[in-house]
């Protein structure tokens, strides 16, 4: 099992950044993929970000390239979600996630591909 929390949300101004961090338990999670959705109210859980266990192979959801940036920190049992240029339309709970199955596959955007989620944490981007 692998719990997983996130941390660093808040309310941030338009063109402002966030960091957002994500620890994570257990031995084997250098093993999983990792990867970053997010939920606005009304709407459903998005896929934003992803990166393979060694972080060598990083997807990112067309709505976020250029801004955000995933890495992790393996050592650490750590992972981020570095938020630049923040627009009113990145509001939502951001939560991380974990892949224990996929393997060899880099597009995997579908939340039910996560095994392991943590409890989200809210980024508000003022106008």
């Known amino acids: 099992q692998v719990q997983l929390v996130e941390s660093g949300g808040g309310l941030v101004q338009a063109g402002g950044s966030l960091r957002l961090s994500c620890a994570a338990s257990g031995r084997t999670f250098s093993t999983y993929a990792m990867g970053w959705f997010r939920q606005a109210p009304g709407k459903e859980r998005e896929f934003v970000a992803r990166v393979s266990w060694s972080g060598s192979s990083i997807y990112y959801a067309d709505s976020v390239k250029g801004r955000f940036t995933i890495s992790r920190d393996n050592a650490k049992n750590m992972v981020y979600l570095q938020m630049n240029s923040l627009k009113p339309e990145d509001t939502a709970v951001y939560y991380c996630?974990?892949?224990?199955?996929?393997?060899?596959?880099?597009?995997?955007?579908?939340?039910?591909?996560?095994?392991?989620w943590g409890q989200g944490t809210q980024v508000t981007v003022s106008s």
């Open positions: 996630a974990a892949d224990s199955r996929s393997r060899g596959v880099v597009r995997v955007t579908a939340a039910t591909s996560y095994d392991y």
